[in-house]
Antibody, heavy 113, light 111 residues
Framework: VQLVESGGGLVKPGGSLRLSCVAS????????MTWIRQAPGKGLEWVSY????????YYAESVRTRFTISRDDANNSLFLQMNNLRIEDTAVYYC???????WGQGTTVIVSS | QSALTQPASVTGSPGQSITISCTGT?????????VSWFQQYPGKAPKLIIF???KRPSGISNRFSASKFGSTASLTISGLQAEDEAEYYC???????????FGTGTEVTVL
């Protein structure tokens, strides 16, 4: 069972990034999925989750209206579209199963001018 | 939704037992038996060690145990070992529009 994130990088404030997470070894379509982030030297922050069918979605207050979670079950993929990025969005972003029993290795997002 | 409160650090000697508290409110820890605990080594992804307050995933040592009373959850590590030196986070379901909240994290040091 493996989750592999990609798409992180350096972006200017106000910019956009799209994170991806590809799952293997599990029935991806059968899982709710979630994104969690960790700012440098800080604790974990839950960001968003999406239901199996994609009809139930929640966001943390800090990212609501700026981030969009989505999924492509045909390609075992989870996405996080991040718009209007702020310096405080700088973090390692992890994808995980809903129960957080499986985590990816994380992808780093740096928002800086 | 405010983060759950954990002590910043806990220290113990090998073989001892330590307990980490996780204090929330009646809206999160106090309302749901959906508290999880995670262990994180520097530079690594967190690892689930407790779910649904007291349950251990397969492969997790029985030296890890947990409980909840009211709005405070607790993680106990028995027979402390050097490999237990890590950061520990609690997490609770909170319902509402922001359904999950993490704790502030506790650094465990083994002397």
């Amino acid at each position: 069972v493996q989750l592999v994130e990609s798409g992180g990088g350096l972006v200017k404030p106000g910019g956009s990034l799209r994170l991806s997470c590809v799952a293997s070894g599990l029935t991806f379509s059968g899982h709710y999925m979630t994104w969690i982030r960790q700012a440098p030297g800080k604790g974990l922050e839950w960001v968003s989750y999406i239901s199996r069918s994609g009809d139930i979605i929640y966001y943390a207050e800090s990212v609501r209206t700026r981030f969009t979670i989505s999924r492509d079950d045909a390609n075992n993929s989870l996405f996080l579209q991040m718009n209007n990025l702020r310096i405080e969005d700088t973090a390692v972003y992890y994808c995980a199963t809903y129960g957080m029993d499986v985590w990816g290795q994380g992808t780093t997002v740096i928002v800086s001018s | 939704q405010s983060a759950l409160t954990q002590p910043a650090s806990v220290t113990g000697s090998p073989g001892q037992s330590i307990t980490i508290s996780c204090t929330g409110t009646s809206s999160d820890v106090g309302s749901y038996n959906l508290v999880s605990w995670f262990q994180q080594y520097p530079g690594k992804a967190p690892k689930l060690i407790i779910f649904e307050v007291t349950k251990r995933p397969s492969g997790i040592s029985n030296r890890f145990s947990a409980s909840k009373f009211g709005s405070t959850a607790s993680l106990t590590i028995s027979g402390l070992q050097a490999e237990d030196e890590a950061e520990y986070y609690c997490c609770s379901y909170a319902g509402g529009s922001t359904p999950y909240v993490f704790g502030t994290g506790t650094e465990v040091t083994v002397l």
